[in-house]
């Protein structure tokens, strides 16, 4: 009876031989595929393999026949492609907020995507860093519950672990207990942060979801976020997150900025092919964005030295001079 089961289930042990054990690299002939199916508990004949491939290709698998390097099938398109499994493993695999032990297990979830032959060649390219990763195993349940209270508009509770030094040197964690309204999750440099607000003041903060613990959504609605934003029909995260430099909230301002014409590679990095710019000479240029005055800010445009100084506005080059005669202070200037 169990040999007449499997029997019936050949087709579908057919599309997984096909899917982890085939490629353009590695076609199987149908003797081949009989003995991956008699591996699996189904005696096959030759002669039939080839109607089997026939249904599974008016199924929409796309199964082509080869001869080199050898004669065989294989599947020749798949969902992701290996680029885009390449990129998601890199991905991952650079995200400080998943912990080890999560990372290992959506690499091996990933490279499933692609055949075991594929899947050896992608791994072989794999490259761990000793880049530091949390060790907070809540951070898919965290990262359920936030995205579940957003789409509903409730209230979420939630612990938040900082490390803070003691008298003796020691690197102990405090928790703080926060009630917040959350609106958006969003993936800026090393980090996942939510934006939300604490309903005690009229503006945004943001949370970083590796130091969140023990994430409850309440039955509360949430405040409207017309009321500590600027966004009046969605909260646009994308916008949000452009105009955030190092995840520095602040006020929203225009800014024009004069750069060297070296500089042009990383201001469209930064602000995209729409930036507004103007000529400024020869050597220079203006461009002018929207973006949240802040000491993120600041510390950005530090990194440029005099090939970027601001013209507006004069809050943020007051921010600037007191942040350059600090660092020259401490260094005896």
Not at 249 to 278: K, N
Request: with cysteine; hydrophobic share 40%.
């Amino acid at each position: 009876m169990a040999g007449s089961a499997n029997a019936k289930l050949k087709p579908l042990y057919l599309l997984q031989i096909f899917q982890e054990k085939t490629d353009e690299e590695h076609p199987l002939s149908a003797e081949g595929l009989c003995k991956e199916l008699e591996n699996r508990g189904v005696t096959a004949q030759r002669k039939s393999i080839y109607g089997d491939i026939e249904l599974l290709k008016s199924f929409g698998l796309d199964i082509l026949h080869t001869r080199t390097p050898k004669s065989g099938y294989f599947l020749a398109s798949r969902t992701f492609e290996t680029a885009e499994v390449r990129l998601l493993l890199d991905a991952v695999q650079s995200a400080s907020f998943i912990t080890p032990k999560k990372t290992a297990q959506l690499v091996e979830k990933l490279e499933s995507l692609v055949s075991e032959g594929q899947a050896a060649r992608l791994d072989g390219q794999v490259y761990m860093d000793n880049r530091v990763k949390c060790c907070n195993e809540e951070i898919y349940y965290t990262i359920e519950i936030l995205d579940r209270a957003i789409q509903a508009g409730r209230q979420v509770r939630f612990q938040y672990a900082r490390r803070v030094l003691s008298d003796q040197m020691q690197v102990e964690t405090q928790e703080k207990e926060f009630l917040v309204n959350p609106y958006a999750l969003i993936w800026s440099g090393d980090h996942y942060y939510l934006v939300c607000n604490n309903p005690k003041y009229d503006n945004l903060m943001h949370a970083r979801l590796d130091r969140i613990r023990r994430a409850k959504a309440l039955d509360t609605p949430a405040r409207d976020f017309r009321e500590v934003s600027e966004y009046t029909d969605f909260f646009d995260a994308a916008d949000y997150a452009n105009q955030l430099f190092h995840m520095f909230s602040g006020e929203t301002d225009t800014v024009e900025l004069c750069c060297g014409r070296d500089m042009i590679e990383e201001i469209l990095d930064r602000f995209g092919e729409t930036a507004l710019l103007r000529t400024a000479g020869e050597d220079q240029f203006l461009v002018k964005f929207e973006a949240k005055v802040s000491d993120g800010f600041v510390s950005w445009l530090m990194q440029y030295g005099d090939r970027a100084v601001v013209r507006s506005p004069l809050k943020l080059k007051t921010m600037l001079r007191e942040k350059a005669r600090a660092i020259l202070h401490n260094y005896g200037g």
